[in-house]
């Protein structure tokens, strides 16, 4: 199985390509770019390097994998706009996996034995007082991404001691500190990485296109329709 993933959600854009090599073992060809803006501009040459670097064309590629997000508005429109028009193109399935999951596992790569069975809490910084959170490996917990307060947060990282994880850390452990409390934090600049994603990719199920999730409207609002003046 070859699986072509990438990730533009974030403060990076990151391309991987995970495929099997002629005695079976998995192999894997990445690149990985830190950015704040730029994301639809690098990403088809940074896929062009990663397949020319593996020798490979897009008729051997039998999924794709992209970050559907929460993330800026334009990176995950970015992202997911790439993985269905190469999903329609190439007539092959794509698996979309949040954000946050994808940053939890390469948090859990990063850290090692330390972070191997403790609770996870995801947060990256959302603005406007915000944050998207995830928590992973506590029991019963789905994992699934929210918009919440750091107060929120907070109680949520203290009720499952969890790792807190992302951007969004700091604001978290200083609304615990407000009530008395402390957490601890870890990596707060980690970012997504399509080499995580496409290794989580190969174990979901495939479909034959993906959505958005930004867990919230946009900043920019579309200008209200001006009021015609009577002559």
């Known amino acids: 199985m070859a699986i072509l993933a990438f990730d533009t959600c974030l403060g990076a854009v990151s391309v991987a390509l995970r495929y099997r090599a002629g005695n079976g073992d998995w192999l ?3 690149a990985y770019e830190a950015r704040q803006t730029g994301h639809a501009e690098r990403l088809m040459p940074m896929i062009a390097e990663v397949m020319a670097s593996a020798g490979r064309d897009f008729t051997q590629v039998e999924r794709f994998a992209v970050t559907v997000g929460p993330g800026t508005f334009t990176g995950v429109r970015v992202g997911v706009a790439a993985a269905r ?3 329609l193109s ?3 399935p794509v698996v979309g996996i949040p954000s946050l999951e ?3 596992a390469r948090a859990r790569h990063v850290l090692g034995p330390s972070a191997a069975t403790r609770a996870l809490l995801v947060a990256t910084d959302a603005r406007r007082g915000a944050l998207y959170c995830a928590l992973h490996g506590a029991p019963n917990s789905p994992g699934a991404p929210a918009l ?3 107060e929120s947060a907070a109680a949520l990282a203290l009720e499952h001691d969890a790792l807190v994880i992302g951007s969004g850390g ?3 452990a200083e ?6 409390r402390t957490i601890t934090t870890e990596l707060p600049a980690i970012e997504p990485h399509a080499r995580f994603l496409a290794m989580l990719a190969a174990d979901r199920l495939p479909s034959a296109t993906v959505s958005p999730l930004y867990l919230r ?15």
């Open 175 to 180: 609304a615990a500190a407000a009530a008395g």
């Open 28 to 30: 894997i060809r990445e």
């Open 85 to 87: 028009a190469f999903a």
């Open 170 to 172: 700091p604001l978290v």
């Open 217 to 231: 409207a946009p900043d920019v609002k579309p200008q209200p329709e001006p009021v015609a003046r009577r002559p």
């Open 148 to 150: 919440l307060t750091a």
């Open 102 to 104: 994808v940053i939890a």
């Open 90 to 92: 190439a007539g092959r």
